[in-house]
Each structure stands twice: as C-alpha cells, then as structure tokens.
C-alpha cells in the first residue's frame, strides 16, 4: 500500500493527498504518530541524507548556528528526528519504492 508521510498542516502534503484521492493510501502524520530511526534509516539510504533535510523550513531557522554548522549522516539524522519537521515533505513509499516531492 501506499504511504504518504508528512505533516497535516503542511500545504505539499496536502496537494499530494488531493492528487492520490483516487488511489488507495495512508497518511503518517510525522509529528502525531511518530518518526523513528530505522524508518528514517531506510529513506536515507534510499535518497540520501542532503535529499531529506529541509534547509528552507521555519524549523531550520529557528536551530542554534552551532546544531547547523558541521552536518554529516549522522548529525542530519539526529537533527530530523528530534525535529521531524526537518524532513522534507512528502516523502512517499510506495511498496518500498521511496521518493521526496511529488
């Protein structure tokens, strides 16, 4: 089955919703019903940590220079799950076939 993971008030989430309104999927809200470390595992190795972070984010702004400066894997998957709005949005699996954006 289809997986849309994102955020519910998050506008690109929402226009992924509306697009898959004739194709039968699910909604993983990553604030409400969570984000954890092997699924975030599974997407970086898939796309690619730089491919998941969120730079432009409200969130992303609002972190301390020194939490932003020296990023690698590590740190970037630190950083996206203590703030799962870090994580760009939507990112969808579809029988394991994982992408970002529509």
Known sequence: MLTVYGLKNCDACRKARKALADREHRF???REDGLDAA???????????????????????AL??????????????GLMLAHP??????????????RVGL
Do not use: C, F, Y
């Open 28 to 30: 993983h809200d990553l």
């Open 39 to 61: 699924m975030l595992d599974r997407w970086i190795g898939a796309l690619g940590w730089e491919a998941l972070l969120n730079r432009r984010s409200t969130t992303w702004r």
């Open 64 to 77: 301390d220079d020194a939490e932003k400066a020296v990023l690698d894997a590590g740190r970037a998957q």
């Open 85 to 98: 709005a870090l994580v760009k949005r939507p990112v969808i699996d579809d029988a394991g076939t994982v």
